[in-house]
């Protein structure tokens, strides 16, 4: 974690890094955290499903495990989580909502979304 925090911190110092600028340094830390040689894949912006296009999908053996909806820095999270393009995500069983420094992973069951910090 203290190397991708390290990574993250040079876009977040220069004032032209937009949301995307974190997106190489956020998929090397997941795929070391998901490494392929576990059977984990990390994709990257995936076709969308029924309309749905989260930022990240990891997949362990071809079937997705994890979902990841990625901010700008300092987006407030809450007002993401009660946005409308969180309702789309009631399909999705294993959800994350971060600004590349801060996580939340929502369990989505039956319309009933339960948060973890």
Known sequence: MEEYIKEIQKYFLDENSSEHSYRTSFENYLKKNFPKEKGYF???DQKA???NKP???ILKNKV???YIEVKKVGEDLDKIEKSDQADRYFGYSN???SDYIN???LEMDRNIM???P
């Open 55 to 57: 930022d990240f999908v």
């Open 103 to 105: 996580f939340r992973f």
């Open 114 to 116: 339960r948060k973890f």
């Open 42 to 44: 990390t994709q990257q």
């Open 64 to 66: 997705p495990l994890l």
């Open 95 to 97: 959800l994350i909502i």
């Open 49 to 51: 499903i029924n309309g």
